[in-house]
């Protein structure tokens, strides 16, 4: 008689000892907490020969008694899980390099001994300017933010 084992793909589950590895891995509940039900790794099988890799959890059904009279194995799909897995960790190591690369350049910009200022290409005002254009025009950062190159007696050639 064919059972789980033709579909999934378990290390421990084979046809001889299909009870058993049902019955050790399946789940029952106790009534006590919120218990979630524990998983294995394991892979479907289809047709043309393809190992799926997925998310097994095994839940026995009882009766009352709390005698097992049968079980429901649910299978998820790793294939899916694993691509968002990758597509966040590819987006925590760009944003670690992001905050690097902010950094180095707030201390370029910061202990910079040329004066900088930064200005928006939308509407010609200064976003931001370093300590050292602070000294040449003898202005601090918060009297410039704001103001047009013009503003404050420069002009753009």
Known sequence: MDGV??????????ASNRSEWLEKNGW???GYGNVRTPSLDGFIATQNGEMIPVDLRIICLTTLNKHVTGYIVSATDMRITRQLMKEISDREYAARELALSESKFSRMFVFNP???LIVSLDTLKITDANPAIEEILECETSALIGRTLEDIGLEMK
Request: charge should be negative; proline fraction near 6%; aromatic fraction near 0%.
């Open 114 to 116: 040329t004066g900088i």
């Open 5 to 14: 084992e033709t579909l999934l793909r378990h290390p421990d589950l084979d």
């Open 28 to 30: 029952m509940d106790t």
